[in-house]
Structure formats: C-alpha cells, structure tokens
C-alpha cells in the first residue's frame, strides 16, 4: 500500500510536521530575488560599478571577444550612462565629455561630486 503524503493544515502548515508550525514554501519569491541577484552580478562584476565609500569606481570585466557594452542606471537622484568598447584594462575614458584617466590600479574613480551622466570606456583590447 502507498503511503499517503502529508496534508495541509489551515494557514499553510505541514500536518505531520514534528513541530507542526512549518509554513509552506512559496516560490514566488525566489524569481524576483534570483533576478536581482543576477543584475547585481553583472552591475558589480561585470561592469565593474561599485563603491568605494561615497566615491564611485568603475573597473570593466568583459570577456576578451565581448560585444561593446551599454547600461543605464539610477545614480543618486540621476542616471549614469555607460559605455564599454572591448575587454581589457582601461586605455581611455571620457565622464560627461571630458578625458578621465584610470588610477595606477585600473580603476576609474568618478570625481568627487558626480551627479550623472555618461561615461565611455574604451578598453586596451580594443581593435582599432
């Protein structure tokens, strides 16, 4: 003979339960946190956008190969544009239209006071 699995209780607790108060798992909420969690990989890990304090960096991590990259995002209480042409360390960079140029470790470090707007990065690994 089968044995019968365990019924549902009112308010969604397992019947059977040693404790009896496990509420049921829903998997609605696993899609939206997995999503967010995928976007943050590639904000932080693959454009390389983060925080240092209250200053914002930028180090790119493409793939050798990868198409040019683009994304906007909310910055503060603005957007931030950004523009990746190719893989590698940074050759050169351009914030709002002005010439930026990376730290000695490969990190370009926004001024002091960014507000938004766009930022074009052009990689070593770049064929021009």
């Known amino acids: 003979m089968a044995q019968q ?11 059977g339960d040693p404790v009896g108060s496990l509420p049921r798992a829903e998997t609605c909420g696993i899609i939206p946190w997995t999503s967010g969690e995928i976007a943050l990989f590639v904000v932080r890990h693959v454009l390389g956008v983060r925080f240092e304090g209250s ?14 990259v683009r994304a906007d995002l ?10 990746i042409d190719g893989a590698g360390p940074i ?11 990376p730290d ?9 006071g960014f507000a938004g707007g766009e930022v074009s990065i052009r990689a070593a690994g770049t064929a021009r």
């Open 5 to 15: 699995r365990p019924g549902r209780a009112r308010g969604g607790v397992v019947r």
């Open 74 to 83: 909310r910055f503060r209480a603005a957007r931030i544009r950004v523009a």
């Open 55 to 68: 200053t914002l960096a930028i180090r790119p991590a493409l793939y050798p190969g990868s198409p040019s």
């Open 91 to 101: 050759a050169s960079a351009r914030v709002n239209g002005e010439d930026a140029k």
């Open 104 to 112: 000695a470790d490969g990190v370009l470090r926004l001024p002091p």
